[in-house]
């Protein structure tokens, strides 16, 4: 599994129409070949920030196979007018894991 991390700051005042582009959007990677999922996390010190994180079962998977098709085409026409700079994107895979304190 890779995961897919997109540092994106929006233009100020902005974030709220940002979060309903994302929001409109989750069908378009749901339905994307190899996406096992995404999450949107939002800057606390500064909210016109944030993270976005999809799961893919490949690099080619986003870089080349969703990166090419309309529905990124379409991610762009939702999210891109929101964009305060172009996104900083990079892609992981997991080296070490532990489970978090539940008590």
């Known amino acids: 599994m890779i995961l897919e991390i997109a540092e994106i700051d929006v233009k100020t005042g ?3 129409a940002f979060e309903a582009a994302v929001t409109e959007a989750t069908s378009l990677f749901a339905a994307a070949k190899g996406c096992q999922g995404m999450e949107l996390h939002r800057g606390i010190e500064a909210p016109s920030q944030y993270v976005l994180m999809v799961k893919w079962n490949t ?7 969703f990166r090419g098709s309309p529905e990124f085409s379409r991610w762009r026409e939702l999210a891109g007018p929101h964009f305060a700079k172009p996104p900083q994107v ?3 895979q ?5 489970n978090g304190n539940s008590g």
Not at 94 to 98: E, M, Q, Y
């Open 59 to 65: 690099l080619e998977d986003h870089t080349v196979t």
């Open 90 to 92: 990079r892609h992981v």
């Open 14 to 16: 902005s974030e709220t």
């Open 94 to 98: 997991l080296a070490v894991r532990t």
